[in-house]
């Protein structure tokens, strides 16, 4: 499965959620590093609800860039 990750800089870190998994965050000092915790936070979330019994939402957000006249 392909998730949508969302993710900001901030003044000294960066942070990165899944929108299609409430509560699945993670935070770095590096681009590289969040985009490694938030797969590791993605493997560990759906764990976590198939242990629970929970259903696993499938991947329905997608992300469109768009250009205008700033």
């Given at each position: 499965m392909k998730y949508a990750v969302v993710i900001e800089q901030g003044p000294t870190s960066f942070?990165?959620?899944v929108p299609d998994l409430p509560g699945c965050v993670a935070v770095g000092d590096t681009r590289e590093e969040v985009i490694k915790l938030i797969q590791e936070a993605v493997e560990f979330h759906i764990e976590g609800l198939r242990i629970?019994?929970?259903?696993?939402?499938?991947?329905?957000s997608t992300v469109e860039f768009i250009d205008v006249a700033a």
């Open positions: 942070g990165a959620y629970d019994g929970e259903p696993v939402p499938p991947p329905s």
